[in-house]
């Protein structure tokens, strides 16, 4: 009987560790060349909203999970505290860096640009 609850528990175990591995598994390379069309006028469109510092626009861009670096704020507190601190250079910071624009990398990905 041990043995077979043994087993038993060895196939549940490998079952769950399988429906797991599928759940968390890289996005297709449709998925990424989709999102990679989609860049530039996402691009267009983010570049402009931090020009014009259009904090309902931006709000609507974030995602729903942000993280802000570390401060533990979520979207609109932190264009709040950007807005708070122009007159310490936050926006013009965020401009300049945005300014510079993007550059394609596969440094943390092996799979798709980042």
């Given amino acids: 009987m ?3 609850i043994r087993v038993s528990n060895t ?9 797991a591995s599928t ?5 297709s390379s449709a998925t990424n060349r989709a999102a ?7 691009w267009r469109e983010f570049s402009a909203a931090i020009q014009k510092k259009d904090v309902a626009a931006l709000t609507k861009m974030m995602p729903d999970d942000f993280f802000d670096g570390g401060g533990g704020l979520k979207a609109k507190e ?3 505290f950007i807005n708070e601190n122009e007159k310490k250079g936050s926006w013009r ?3 300049r860096s945005v300014a510079r624009g ?6 943390y990905s092996k799979d798709f640009p980042t």
């Fill in 11 to 19: 196939l549940s175990i490998a079952v769950l560790l399988l429906i």
């Fill in 78 to 80: 932190w264009l709040q």
């Fill in 93 to 95: 910071d965020i401009q």
């Fill in 2 to 4: 041990t043995v077979k």
């Fill in 102 to 107: 993007t550059v394609a990398s596969k440094k």
């Fill in 23 to 27: 759940s968390f598994a890289q996005t």
């Fill in 36 to 42: 990679s069309r989609s860049w530039p006028a996402f």
